[in-house]
């Protein structure tokens, strides 16, 4: 399947402006972030050293902060599963993926 | 005696030329702190609720707040208050620059505009001396010409506030110009000073304001600017993209307001935004006086019709008002547009909101053609720029009907509905059917539909300094009350609302307003005076004569859904959320504070 992905303010002097990138199915945003970061510069800039994304990184999934992405709830032999929203969410072809750092203004 | 203040109030009536120099009241700077919550307090003590606004009897204060003056940061902001000629409640309008810190030098804490001079005169302020100048060879005239000659009548290292030909020729939506760059905007301020044939304030100032304990006063800026550099906001984003950085970000939401809010995203949105900006026509960002953020652009337009021009912007609203909302993509005809909006001294987000409005009417057939010297279609920029023209200028029977504003103009046309306005004001660039408490936000401010009264934005959209679900109902009443008192504190202090990008809680800003007034003010009670402050406006209008059914939206904003982008099908839901805000104000059912709550505030009705 392929995503874009969109970058913005300084996000692109290290990631460009824009990719589309092909991932299998069932990838989800870690999945995207991982592939991204194809350099330890990269990562530093989204991830810190223990792996977690760094705060006030904002990522939208077609619009939609990750934050509040819910996370799906399906029965699975006889059990409740439930899958997590965030930087777990699962993407789809075609989804579109918007990154940024903080930005405020107004 | 409290300190932060210079602790003299400069009284000028212009119908007489009396000239009084009045005490800072102490209990006052207590419980409305300065700037726009003292300003507030004389304007609703000293003019009839129900006045022409742009009668002799109304009256202009201009501001400035106790931290102005000192090192801390971003505090050189002057309110300019007054009832609004556009809306008509209280109207208060923010603007940077240098000329505040420079009133205080120069020997006063604000300036009380009253009465209406024969012909048309500036003020030159010049350590703590007074001095009525014939202003009639610059009436008229655009913003930096004024600014230039008046500086050189007085003083090259003046500091000059000024309105221009808009607020001559009484627009409703005239602004006043500071440095002839910044604005204090929104809400016709500018027509209110015209009608009192008044140009301006110079001022120039050596005095220096003390703070009450300069030891603590140096710990408290230090920490702010701590704070204002650890955030990325503050220190990396808004010095280098500028506002305008927030195009992209409210674009993907599909929270961008497109072609008169009939959409709301723009697959092209960014060719207008911060990073365009920065990459094709910034010369360097601009600080006001003791800013460490730096967000404002000096530009220059680098190619096509308007090569070689330059100034200062655009910003993240007039490139969205004067841009996309007007469905134009023209970065160059945008910043040109921008740039005559200071020159007729206009308000770029209103201007560009009106001018939205009319190509709508145009566009459907509701603006006759022997009405329109040209024809007024969505997204062409020349057309952008001539009606930005005709506007400043009153020209011909559109041109003098965009200079009332957009809901004036369609009221005209018969079609009102089509004013994306609150309170006859303008709104700004966040579509509250994609962004929710920004909905509230619009239509419960106090002067129409405005941000920067409660910028939820901050959480809905920014993260800061707490993520809240731009889509979610519960929690916005609460969200949009605190955001509104909050900002009341901010904007009365004499401090920037950017340094909320940083300076996240009220407890950031406690320790600076008790060390540089000595008013052991705790932080509940700061944030009490912001709700006094509230609640104070919300009187005049009241006695104005607007009620409840004003605090609503363009029922295009509650009814029509998004038809595409990322917020597709949403509509701003307001019912869910103004009972709640009511209760949570402790106001009555129909928007009227109960008697408890002013008790409780120390208003009287």
Known sequence: ???KVKFFAIFRDLFGAEKEVELKSGSTLQDLLNLLCDSRQCRQKLFDRSGKLRPYIKILK???????????QIELEGKQIQF????????????????FPQVGGG | MV?????????????????????????????????????????????????????????????????????????????????????????????GGFFGPELKRAGYDMVIIEGKAEKPVYLWIKDGNIEIRDARKLWGKKTSETEEVIKQETDPKARVVNIGPAGVKLSRIANVMVDACRAAGRSGVGAVLGSKNFLGIAARGTRKVEPFDPAETKTAVAQAR???????????????YGTALLVNEINERGGYPVRNAQEAYDEDAGVTGGEEIADKILIKKWACAVCPIACGRVTEIREGKYKGYHGEGPEYETTWALGLMCGVHDLNAITYAHYLCNEYGLDGISAGVTIACAMELYEKGYIPERDVPFPMRFGDGDTLVKMVQIMGERKGIVGDLLAEGSYRLAEHYGHPELSMSVKKQEMAAYDPRAIKGIGLN??????????????????????????????????????????????????SSGMCLFTIFGMGYIRDYGPILRAVTGIPYSDDELMKAGERIWNMERLFNLKA?????????????????????????EVCQLDRMLPEYYQLRGWDEEGRPTKEKLAELGLKM
């Open chain 1, 1 to 3: 399947m392929k995503v």
């Open chain 1, 84 to 99: 997590l929203g965030g930087i777990h969410a699962e993407l789809a072809d075609g989804d579109v993926v918007a990154i």
């Open chain 2, 442 to 491: 619009y239509a419960t401010s106090n002067r129409g539909a405005c941000h920067v009264r409660g910028y939820t934005i901050s959480q809905e959209v920014i993260d800061w300094p707490e993520p809240v679900d731009r889509l979610k109902y519960e929690g916005k009443a609460e969200l949009t009350k605190y955001m509104q008192d909050f900002t009341a504190v901010i904007d």
């Open chain 2, 226 to 240: 701590k704070l204002l550099k650890e955030s990325e906001i503050t220190s990396v984003n808004l010095p280098k």
């Open chain 2, 3 to 95: 300190k932060g203040f210079v602790g003299v109030n400069l009284r000028v009536n212009l119908s007489t030329g009396e000239i009084k120099k009045e005490k800072i009241n102490e209990q006052w700077a207590r419980l409305f702190i300065g700037g726009r919550g003292y300003g507030s307090k004389i304007i609703c003590d000293e003019v009839d609720p129900k006045v022409d606004p742009l009668a002799p009897e109304n009256k202009v204060v201009i501001a400035t707040g106790p931290a102005g003056g000192s090192n801390t940061p971003a505090s050189g902001r002057v309110m300019v208050i007054t009832k609004g000629p556009e809306t008509g409640t209280i109207a208060c309008s923010n603007v």
């Open chain 1, 62 to 72: 077609n619009g939609r902060n990750i934050l509040f992405l819910e996370g799906v």
């Open chain 2, 545 to 569: 004569g607007l009620t409840g059914k004003d605090d609503t939206l363009p029922p295009r904003l509650l009814e029509e859904p998004i038809p595409s982008g990322p917020s597709k099908g």
